[in-house]
Structures are given as C-alpha cells and as structure tokens.
C-alpha cells in the first residue's frame, strides 16, 4: 500500500513518540521506579524527567507488566477442578476493576502438568525491552512477536544484534537477521516489519510464516499503538483475533476523555508536537474501551484509568515510590491520570471439546484476576 506524503509524515511523527517513551522509562529505572537493565541500551541522550512523567512511566510499564507475566504464569492446575468464568474479569498485580464479577462453574477435567503453550504479540513494539526483561527472569511464552514499521525494527535489530546483553537471553546460535536488516528471527522471539493498518493482508501471512500458531492461547499487548490509527484499521486487528483466535487476551494502553477541558487541552498539546491520536473519539471512555471488545462477540472485558492504578498500590509500594524524589503535582497527576487507561478483553472460541473451551476460558480468566 503507497501512502501519501502528510501520511508519510504523520507515519515519521509516531515513529519518534517511541524515543520520548523510551527516555522516559529510562528515567523511571535510573531513579529506582522500575528496574529494567535492557533499557539504556535505545538511549542515546540520558534525560531526567519531571516527577509527574517519571510516575506516569512507572504506572504504564507495572501495569502492563502485571498482565504479562500473570498471562506467562496462569495455568489450569493438575489436578481436577473447576473453572470459574468470569463475565466482568478482576485484574491481576497492581489492577484492580471495580465491577463486580459474575461466575459460572464447570467441571473440567485435568490438562497435561507440563501447561499450555503461549503466544505474546507486541503490536508497536518500539523500543519496549519486555521480552528480555521477562525471560531474564524465566519467565518466557512458546513465541514472542514484535512488530513495528521497518524503520523502528530495523534500529532495534541493530541494537539486539550488537550487544551481548541481548543475544545471551534470547540464547539461540542461529539468531537470524532478515528483510535486509528490518526483521531478527530466533527460537522463541521474531521481531517484524509492517504497517498495522496492513494487518490482515501484510502482517498475519508473516506471523504465521515464522511460527504464530491460532490455536495457541495468546496475549495481544497495544500500549498507545491502536489509538495512533484510524479506528476502521484497529477494529479490523480486533475483529481478526476475536474470530481467528482459539483463545486471546488483548490488553490495551492508550488516551480517553478528550472532551473535557484537560482532554481538550491535552489534545491541542499533542497537535502542537503534530502528533494527532485518530482512535480517542472512537473510544473516548472506559466503557467505549470495554465495548470495543464485547461489542464483537469478546467474553469478558475491563477498563481502568490511571488512577485506579496507582490507588490500587500496595502502602508499602507507594511509600518506597514517594521516597524516590519529591512529588507535588498531586492534583495535575489526579488529571492526567484520569486521561489514561488499561482496558483488556479475552475470549475463547468453542472447541472440539467444551471441556478444553472451559480450561482455556480459565486460563484467560486467572490472566486478569487476583
């Protein structure tokens, strides 16, 4: 697909946010907020952010955090059970919804005691250090996919390729470089070039290409990516997974609340740095987030500003965060969080067996509880 020049230079202005967000995190680990040692490695230039961007980095990067690695833990136990649905699902870690879940129980048998094998789709990966963080730790899926326009892979290759920090976790000798440099293939990890606009017709041929397995329990991250596009593009990523998917769990960061004032404002900021966000009126609040999913068959789906995220902190959590530098902007931080949110969705096709439909429905389901 040929895009004209404006598009061309709408594309160049999205590709730089990844290098704001990518200083910002670094700021958020070298004052104690996060710990993450791969992240220095996309910065060129160190900066120290302001309190309020170092907080809102760190609310960002746990949270998603928080889906990803109970997505890698969840399991069904090995022993007979039951599985719980959960219609309007908990979160896990730091999140917490604040609807009441509705359950159903249903008698399943057991799954092998060696677990279900995952998939992780990063759409708009940028800069984001998350698989090596993760698997640094054992924590790893069957396949990790990144995907990004070939100018950002092909600067994140670079950087992988060249430092042994990374090469030594992705642990594979026959790491590979493709598409002249754009794309890194390995065992577990493939890092793609594409325009997401071009899902459907570019992207899942190359998926599956390399690995991506359907029938594979799999966890689709978006953290400010789908807002970036217009909305007939990003439903069509949501309609794909909903209908091709066995199972799924697509969690979602990105800007709501563009008709206040400080949304107005927000806005008119973003437009001054050139950068348009064409998905915030599409769904514009939580509960537009929750019904872009339930809206098209999805099972379950939840959404939470900012807010609710840094109020669901441990105390202990938010004593050592507040001993990290001094924090005044109480009430700025109360609206700009309340600018953000998280919103997730699962859901899982019928099977040739209902009972593993109802495993695979808990699994999904222990991805985004308690």
Not at 8 to 26: H, Q
Not at 36 to 51: A, G, L
């Amino acid at each position: 697909m040929m895009h004209d020049e404006p598009q061309v230079a709408r594309d160049d202005v999205i590709k730089g946010t990844d290098d704001d967000a990518i200083i910002s995190k670094l700021s958020a680990v070298n004052l104690g907020y996060l710990d993450d040692s791969f992240v220095k490695h996309f910065v060129k230039r160190p900066s120290r952010r302001p309190p309020l961007i170092n907080r809102g980095s760190y609310i960002r990067t746990r949270s998603l955090d928080a889906f990803t690695e109970q997505f890698i833990k969840s399991n069904i136990p090995p022993e007979p059970t039951a599985a719980t649905t959960t219609t309007t699902p908990h979160t896990s870690a730091i999140i917490q919804s604040s609807s009441t879940p509705t359950t159903k129980t249903t008698a399943i048998s057991p799954i092998p005691a060696a677990g279900i094998k995952k998939q992780i789709v990063s759409l708009g990966c940028g800069s984001d250090t998350r698989y090596f963080k993760f698997k640094a730790k054992g924590l790893s899926a069957l396949k990790y996919f990144e995907i990004d326009f070939p100018e950002s892979t092909a600067k994140k290759a670079v950087v992988i390729k060249k430092n042994k920090a990374f090469t030594d976790i992705i642990g594979d000798p026959d790491l590979k470089l493709g598409m002249g440099g754009t794309e890194l293939y390995s065992n577990d990890y493939c890092l793609l070039s594409g325009d997401l606009r071009e899902f459907t017709e570019s992207i899942v041929p190359k998926l599956k290409a390399h690995g991506f397995d359907t029938s594979l329990p799999t966890l689709f991250l978006s953290e400010c990516v789908l807002i970036y596009i217009q909305p007939g593009d990003s439903d069509a990523i949501v309609n794909w997974v909903g209908t091709n998917m066995d199972a799924s769990l697509f969690v979602v960061y990105e800007q709501i609340n563009p008709a206040d004032a400080f949304g107005a404002m927000m806005l008119r900021n973003l437009k001054a740095r050139r950068i348009e966000l064409p998905g915030i009126h599409a769904y514009p609040s939580l509960k537009s987030q929750e019904e872009r999913f339930t809206s098209r068959g999805w099972q379950a789906a939840g959404a939470v500003n900012m807010n609710k995220l840094h109020e669901s902190l441990s105390e202990q959590e938010l004593k050592r965060i507040s001993s990290l530098e001094i924090f005044d902007e109480v009430e700025e931080w109360q609206l700009l969080a309340d600018h953000y949110c998280v919103a997730w969705a699962y859901q899982a096709k019928p099977q040739q067996s209902e009972t593993y439909r109802a495993q695979l429905i808990q699994l999904l389901s222990n991805s985004v509880s308690s």
